[in-house]
């Protein structure tokens, strides 16, 4: 659940147009097209990654770079036994899932229904 002071940070990403562009193609795009699953929450969403050592430092180095132009994100990442997938999720306040549903996770992957685990 997002923070009361996160949700009161405005949509917006400090970053300019062409820098959004950039990062978008340069990372955002590359790292998100190794997400196995989707799973909507009440406020944002959760990708499964799988769980080798490089790309869980991928997933790490989004969060740094992330954090620092788009504060309204609260990020977390978990690791669910037997450890075979990594979950991100991205959360916040009012704004923030219709953001992500237009960045992140508009790519293509299976969606996985609020409550229940992927199939492993």
Same mark, same amino acid.
């Given at each position: 659940?997002? #923070? ?11 970053? #300019? ?6 990062? $978008? @193609?340069?990372?955002?795009?590359? %790292? ?11 406020? $944002? ?13 991928? %997933? !790490? @180095?989004?969060? %740094?770079? @992330?954090?620092a132009c788009c504060?309204?994100?609260?990020? +977390? !990442?978990?690791? &669910? #036994?037997?450890?075979?997938s990594v979950w991100?999720? %991205?959360?916040?306040? @009012? ?6 549903? $237009?960045?992140? &996770? ?8 609020? $409550?229940? +685990?992927?199939?492993?």
């Open positions: 659940m997002a #923070s009361d002071l996160a949700s009161d940070l405005p949509v917006a990403c400090t970053l #300019s147009a062409a820098d959004q562009r950039a990062r $978008g @193609e340069d990372v955002a795009a590359p %790292l998100f097209a190794r997400a196995q699953h989707l799973q909507e929450v009440r406020d $944002g969403y959760r990708f499964a990654f799988p769980a080798e050592a490089d790309g869980v430092r991928d %997933l !790490l @180095e989004f969060i %740094l770079s @992330e954090r504060p309204f994100f609260t990020f +977390e !990442l978990s690791f &669910a #036994s037997p450890h075979q991100l999720t %991205l959360r916040g306040g @009012e704004g923030v899932k219709e953001f992500i549903a $237009g960045s992140f &996770a508009a790519l293509d992957m299976p969606l996985v229904r609020a $409550g229940a +685990e992927p199939a492993r």
